[in-house]
């Protein structure tokens, strides 16, 4: 069976024969039709994920969409997939049952695997980790990524008073734009507190999505309007920062953590549903990369600098 094969850590998978997958107890064979590439599968690939990697060598891909034999498709995600044991860059996958959601018939698995973690880790901040009050102002720090532009249009859809998009690439922030932030802030140009203080109002934003952590969230703290609520949901400005105490305890905010792994997994389950249903309609839209398993490598290391686009192998 082909499969990506991480061989060395820190070094890109490259394509391979191994062997096929055997479902034990409580396990399932799904043919995998989308596996992305997603900054987990990287971090653990370079043995500085924090939840560990797999026995080398393996097969990365800590999400999959695929068939299970009886015909139905299905998303394939936790349960160690692609940490603690092979994942779903492969022809196919040996998955817990625990670890699958169904899906409904007709969805397109490169969308609905561009949407997996990603855009659950979007979404889900919104709606159920710092569920949105309408009307609130929303500033989304790292907004021209898929999570980031995810949580653009989930603010918009849940109504947001206001919607803020930040990040690096003024041509992913005039995407932003189009997908409804009113505003949008460089990152990269000076006095980043007072821009961020101005595109969100002067009572400053009232919800932070954070998928950068470091120096932006610092910044955006010292805006932040009283009593706002920060979700950080990654790290790829820095996995440090250092916080003003007088932000967080004059401001009376609220730093929450979130991981798609922690949530529980009826919450997964009916809000990945959720969020297809407005992908099919239109009103959730990112911009998706197929490519063949025989091209993991060049993927790999593109995910490592940045896509600027959400890369999906289809095998």
Same mark, same amino acid.
């Given at each position: 069976m082909r499969a990506a094969v991480v061989r060395e850590l820190g070094v890109?998978?490259?394509p391979g024969e191994v062997e096929e997958p055997a479902p034990g107890e409580g396990e399932t064979l799904v043919e995998v039709l989308a596996a992305p590439l997603t900054p987990?599968?990287?971090a653990t690939g370079a043995g500085r994920f924090y939840g560990g990697?797999?026995?080398?060598?393996?097969?990365? *891909?800590?999400?999959?969409? =695929?068939?299970l034999e009886s015909g139905e498709l299905? @998303?394939?995600?936790?349960?160690?997939? #692609? %940490?603690?044991? $092979? *994942?779903?860059?492969?022809?196919?996958?040996a998955a817990p049952e625990q670890a699958l959601l169904p899906l409904p018939e007709g969805t397109d698995p490169v969308v609905a695997g561009a949407l997996g973690i990603a855009g659950l880790a979007g979404w889900l901040p919104l709606v159920w980790r710092a569920p949105l009050r309408? #009307?609130?102002?929303?500033?989304?720090? %790292?907004?021209? *990524?898929?999570?980031?532009?995810?949580?653009?249009?989930? +603010?918009?859809?849940? =109504?947001? =008073?206001?919607v803020v998009a930040a990040g690096r690439s003024s041509e992913a922030l005039a995407r932003a734009a189009d997908a409804g932030a009113h505003a949008t802030v460089r990152l990269?140009?000076? $006095?980043?507190?007072?821009?961020?203080?101005?595109?969100?109002? !002067?009572? =400053?934003?009232?919800?932070?999505? $954070?998928?950068?952590? #470091?120096?932006?969230?610092? +910044?955006?703290?010292? /805006? +932040? *309007?009283?009593g706002a609520r920060v979700v950080n949901v990654?790290?790829?400005?820095?996995?440090?920062?250092?916080?003003?105490?007088?932000?967080?305890?004059?401001?009376?905010?609220?730093? &929450?953590?979130?991981?798609?792994?922690? /949530?529980?997994?009826?919450?997964?389950?009916?809000?990945?549903?959720?969020?297809?249903?407005h992908a099919a309609a239109g009103?959730?839209?990112? $911009?998706?990369?197929? &490519?063949?398993? +025989?091209?993991? /490598?060049?993927? @790999?290391?593109?995910?490592? !600098? %940045? /896509? %600027?686009?959400?890369?999906?192998?289809?095998?």
């Amino acid at each position: 069976m082909r499969a990506a094969v991480v061989r060395e850590l820190g070094v890109p998978p490259e394509p391979g024969e191994v062997e096929e997958p055997a479902p034990g107890e409580g396990e399932t064979l799904v043919e995998v039709l989308a596996a992305p590439l997603t900054p987990i599968d990287i971090a653990t690939g370079a043995g500085r994920f924090y939840g560990g990697h797999p026995p080398l060598p393996y097969v990365p *891909g800590c999400e999959a969409v =695929g068939r299970l034999e009886s015909g139905e498709l299905v @998303w394939a995600h936790g349960s160690g997939l #692609g %940490g603690k044991r $092979d *994942g779903g860059l492969a022809e196919r996958l040996a998955a817990p049952e625990q670890a699958l959601l169904p899906l409904p018939e007709g969805t397109d698995p490169v969308v609905a695997g561009a949407l997996g973690i990603a855009g659950l880790a979007g979404w889900l901040p919104l709606v159920w980790r710092a569920p949105l009050r309408g #009307g609130e102002t929303v500033l989304v720090l %790292g907004a021209t *990524g898929t999570v980031g532009l995810v949580a653009v249009q989930a +603010a918009r859809i849940l =109504g947001a =008073g206001r919607v803020v998009a930040a990040g690096r690439s003024s041509e992913a922030l005039a995407r932003a734009a189009d997908a409804g932030a009113h505003a949008t802030v460089r990152l990269d140009e000076g $006095d980043l507190v007072r821009r961020l203080r101005e595109a969100c109002g !002067e009572q =400053g934003p009232e919800v932070v999505i $954070d998928p950068l952590w #470091g120096e932006p969230l610092a +910044a955006a703290l010292e /805006a +932040a *309007g009283q009593g706002a609520r920060v979700v950080n949901v990654g790290q790829s400005a820095g996995p440090e920062t250092t916080i003003r105490s007088a932000d967080v305890r004059g401001k009376q905010l609220e730093i &929450l953590g979130y991981s798609n792994f922690a /949530a529980p997994r009826d919450v997964l389950a009916r809000e990945y549903r959720r969020l297809l249903e407005h992908a099919a309609a239109g009103d959730v839209r990112v $911009d998706v990369e197929q &490519l063949p398993l +025989a091209d993991v /490598a060049a993927a @790999w290391r593109r995910q490592s !600098e %940045g /896509a %600027g686009t959400k890369l999906v192998i289809v095998p």
